[in-house]
């Protein structure tokens, strides 16, 4: 059984950082697409970020680009979202997920798995 398990999330004041990470089981996830969601309240989800470990190919929204880095750890089948210089505007639920057949990559309906969320919250 495929489950991600995300950790990491809190509140931080403008300009601080946070890393999510996100624990994968039941899937090899070295062929698998890997990305970060959120969801801010009232609004649709909308991709952050996300990594194709075979290639170490990253994508990364426009909004975040030079705030935010994914990687991946093989060893411990983890994916992590460092964000630093957190905004406001940040604010959101934050989701992992998985997409075994590839896709694109800030398409929702790509991603076949998804973890349950952490909450981001950034103060002013």
């Known amino acids: 059984q495929v489950q991600l398990v995300e950790s990491g999330g809190g509140s931080v004041q403008a300009g601080g950082s946070l890393t999510l990470s996100c624990a994968i089981s039941?899937?090899?996830?070295?062929?698998?697409?890997m990305g970060w969601f959120r969801q801010g309240t009232g609004r649709e989800r909308e991709g952050v970020a996300a990594?194709?470990?075979?290639?170490?190919?990253?994508y990364y929204d426009g909004s975040v680009m030079g705030r935010f880095t994914i990687s991946e750890d093989n060893d411990n089948d983890t994916v992590y979202l460092q964000m630093n210089s957190l905004k406001p505007e940040d604010t959101a639920m934050y989701y992992c997920?998985?997409?075994?057949?590839?896709?694109?990559?800030?398409?929702?309906?790509?991603?076949?798995?998804w973890g349950q969320g952490t909450q981001v919250t950034v103060s002013s």
């Open positions: 997920a998985a997409a075994i057949n590839g896709g694109l990559w800030r398409r929702p309906g790509t991603y076949n798995h």
């Open positions: 039941g899937v090899t996830y070295m062929s698998a697409l």
């Open positions: 990594i194709y470990p075979p290639t170490g190919k990253t």
